[in-house]
T-cell receptor
Framework: ETGVTQSPTHLIKTRGQQVTLRCSSQ?????VSWYQQALGQGPQFIFQ???????GRGNFPPRFSGLQFPNYSSELNVNALELDDSALYLC????????????????FGPGTRLTVT | AQSVTQPDIHITVSEGASLELRCNYS??????LFWYVQSPGQGLQLLLK??????LVQGIKGFEAEFKRSQSSFNLRKPSVHWSDAAEYFC?????????FGTGTSLTVIP
């Protein structure tokens, strides 16, 4: 059984640029959630994708967008990067949509560390 | 909006001592409750969860947590801490629309 993987591990971008982060979900999982974890803070829910559709969103602006592919892998795209976007971005996979209890059996990847200068 | 509070930013315990990490939440109904652990450079690992039923739940690595509706709390406990338990611990709440994490409690274990 393959766990959740994320790429790249680290990334440095300049303010105003765009970035794409990638996540491969655990085998058999159809739901992917993305989180932003600023230094010294708890993760903040960005959004969730269930069967290729956005299925819940946190308080993040539209420049944070995502995709889920037929194989349930996912991308997080951030446009017009700001300095405050510097954080660890975590992907979590699970089975089922947000409203179901099973959806919360989330398995997290190691994260992508994004630095915006 | 829902919220999760972990009052203790940092806790230091001696190896072999007992541990209790506090978590309070704000939510009208009974939420889904979780504890996660994050070691340096690692992703989050689920320790235990509460959905319904018995208010005392057992998790991995010898951890347990008790849901107290009257206090809106879900405190994490371990009877005897090991040096490998040193990590960041997060309490989390799911309400069917979003998932909320607390700010975390950093645990240091001294020999």
């Amino acid at each position: 059984e393959t766990g959740v993987t994320q790429s790249p591990t680290h990334l440095i971008k300049t303010r105003g640029q765009q970035v794409t982060l990638r996540c491969s979900s655990q085998s058999g999982h159809n739901t992917v959630s993305w989180y932003q974890q600023a230094l010294g803070q708890g993760p903040q829910f960005i959004f969730q994708y269930y069967r290729e559709e956005e299925n819940g969103r946190g308080n993040f602006p539209p420049r944070f967008s995502g995709l889920q592919f037929p194989n349930y892998s996912s991308e997080l795209n951030v446009n017009a990067l700001e300095l405050d976007d510097s954080a660890l971005y975590l992907c979590a996979s699970s089975l089922g949509g947000l409203a179901g209890g099973l959806a919360y059996e989330q398995y997290f990847g190691p994260g992508t560390r994004l630095t915006v200068t | 909006a829902q919220s999760v509070t972990q009052p203790d930013i940092h806790i230091t315990v001696s190896e072999g001592a007992s541990l209790e990490l506090r978590c309070n939440y704000s939510y009208g109904a009974t939420p889904y409750l979780f504890w996660y652990v994050q070691s340096p450079g690692q992703g989050l690992q689920l320790l235990l969860k509460y959905f319904s039923g018995d208010t005392l739940v057992q998790g991995i690595k010898g951890f347990e947590a008790e849901f107290k509706r009257s206090q809106s709390s879900f405190n994490l406990r371990k009877p005897s801490v090991h040096w490998s338990d040193a990590a960041e611990y997060f309490c989390a709440v799911g309400d069917g629309n979003q998932f909320y994490f607390g700010t975390g409690t950093s645990l240091t274990v001294i020999p």
